[in-house]
C-alpha cells in the first residue's frame, strides 16, 4: 500500500509520500514514491505514485525518456508547454505501460492498478496539482477542494477535511500532512517510513524543501507526540455525557 | 455503508451505531441497526449490525424467534446460557440465512456481506464483546485491543488507536465513540445521523443509556464544535518546521 497526499495551497504545493512497497505481508521493501522533474527557474515538477510498483517506474521511465501523446513527437516532463499537458503526457505513459504490460497483467490475474498526483508550475504560467488515474484520465485540484490523496487516504483524511483550506499557509500545510501521515502510518502496517516532503512556493521555480524524514528526525517526532498529545488533552476537557443528559430520561 | 463501534471497558460497554442504509447513491433511508435483548436483571445485550439490510434483519428474526446450533433445539438470545453461546447463535443464524438466500444472491451477482457486534453479559457471567463474520465465526474483543468496529471503520479509527484504552472510564468511552462516529460522518456521505447509543456498565444486566442522538442533540452538538475547535488549536500551536529545519540543508 502506500500513502500519497499533496495540498494546492493559494501560497504553493505541499507534497508527502511514504516510501513501503509490499508484495504480501512478508515482502515489504522501501522505494521513493516522489519524482522531481525540475529546471530551476525555468520549471519545476513533483509526481508521487502509487499502485502496483512496476507500472509507475514504467511511467517514470517514459516522463524521462519521451512519451507521444496520439501522433504527436515524443514529449518529456522537462519539454511539455504547460502542466496540462504534463497531466496529458502521464496519462499518455500509463496507456503505453497499459497497451504493453496490461493484457499479459489481467491474464494472470493481476489488476492495473496505479494512480498518480502531479503538482507543479512552468514559469509564465499558474501553479497546478493534478491526479491522474489508472485510465490516463485526470482531475485537478481547486481552491473550494484544495488537497487530493491517493493510496491508503482514509486514515489520514479527517483532520485535513477539518482544519485544510486554500488560505493555509505553506508552513502550516507542512505540519497538516505530517499530521496526517502520521495517523496513517499507526493504522495501515503497508505505509511505512520513510517519507519524503516537497514544498514550493508559487513562482518559484523550484522546490524550496525536498527532504526525506526519518523515524529520528526531530521535527516528526515532536509532531507525533505533541498531536498525541493534544489529542488526549482535547478529549479531557470535553465534558462528559452525564452532564448534559442528566434530567432526561434515558431508556 | 455503515459505521458501528464498540468499546470493551473495565467498567463496561460502549457501543454506537448509524442508521444510513443506501442502495446505490440515490436511494438511501434510515433503519435502526442496534438491536437490544435484555431480561433486566438476568441478561443485557446489544447486537449492532452492518451490510446487506435483508441479511442483518432475517438475522435479528432469527435470534428472537429460535435458531438451532447443529443438532440442538432452538435457542434464542433470551435462552442462551452464555455470551459465548450467544456468539455461536448468531453465527448459526447468519449460516442459516446463508443456506436459505446466499445461492440465490450469488447467482444474481450480490454478495453475502454482513457482520454483527455482540457485547453484552448474563448474570453470573463475565461481561464479552463479540465480532461475528459472514460465515459464522467470530473474534472476542480483549483488555489488549478493546474496541471493534463494523462498516466503514478507517476514518473513526486514528482517534481510538491513539486514545482507547480498557483502563477508559464509560463516559470518556462516551465522548470517544462520538468522536469516531463525527470523523466518519464528515467523510463518508454513506454513514448518516441519526445516531444510536448504548452504554452498559458491569455487573448492572441493563443498560444505563439507550439514547438516539438527532443532529439538534446539544450534547453531540458540543462534541462535533469543541473538538474541530481543539483539532485547530492543537495543529495552531505546533512549531513549524522552518524553525527545527532552518539550519540544516534542505534539498
Known amino acids: 500500500m502506500t500513502y500519497c497526499v499533496a495540498l494546492f495551497l493559494k501560497a504553493g504545493l505541499v507534497m508527502l509520500s511514504d516510501t513501503r512497497t509490499n508484495a504480501g505481508v512478508d515482502n515489504i521493501s522501501t522505494f521513493c514514491k516522489m519524482h522531481r522533474f525540475e529546471t530551476p527557474g525555468e520549471r519545476c515538477m513533483v509526481l508521487l505514485t502509487a499502485g502496483n510498483l512496476s507500472i509507475s517506474q514504467s511511467v517514470v521511465n517514459r516522463l524521462h525518456e519521451g512519451v507521444s501523446i496520439g501522433d504527436a513527437d515524443p514529449e518529456t516532463l522537462?519539454?511539455?508547454p504547460s502542466?496540462?499537458?504534463?497531466?496529458?503526457?502521464v496519462g499518455a505513459a500509463i496507456r503505453d505501460v497499459y497497451n504493453s504490460d496490461g493484457l499479459a497483467m489481467k491474464a494472470q490475474g493481476v489488476g492495473f492498478d496505479a494512480s498518480f498526483l502531479l503538482g507543479g508550475q512552468i514559469r509564465g504560467r499558474g501553479m497546478r496539482l493534478f491526479q491522474i488515474y489508472s485510465p490516463g484520465n485526470f482531475i485537478e485540484a481547486t481552491p473550494e477542494t484544495p488537497y487530493?490523496?491517493?493510496?491508503?487516504?482514509?486514515?489520514?483524511k479527517p483532520i485535513l477535511d477539518r482544519v485544510v483550506s486554500y488560505d493555509t499557509p505553506v508552513q502550516d500545510g507542512v505540519?497538516?500532512?505530517l499530521v496526517s501521515m502520521d495517523s496513517t502510518l499507526r493504522s495501515n502496517l503497508s505505509v511505512g517510513m520513510p517519507i519524503d516532503?516537497?514544498?514550493y512556493h508559487r513562482d518559484d521555480m523550484q522546490l524550496r524543501i525536498h527532504r526525506r524524514i526519518t523515524e529520528t528526525d526531530s521535527y516528526f517526532q515532536h509532531v507525533r507526540d505533541h498531536w498525541s498529545n493534544a489529542l488526549r488533552q482535547s478529549y479531557g476537557t470535553l465534558p462528559t455525557a452525564d452532564e448534559w443528559w442528566a434530567g432526561e430520561r434515558q431508556v
Not at 502542466?83 to 503526457?89: G, P
Request: aromatic residues 8%; without cysteine.
Open 78 to 80: 522537462a519539454t511539455v
Open 197 to 199: 516532503l516537497a514544498v
Open 175 to 177: 505540519k497538516l500532512v
Open 148 to 156: 487530493l490523496q491517493i493510496g491508503e487516504h482514509k486514515y489520514g
Open 83 to 89: 502542466m496540462f499537458r504534463a497531466a496529458q503526457l
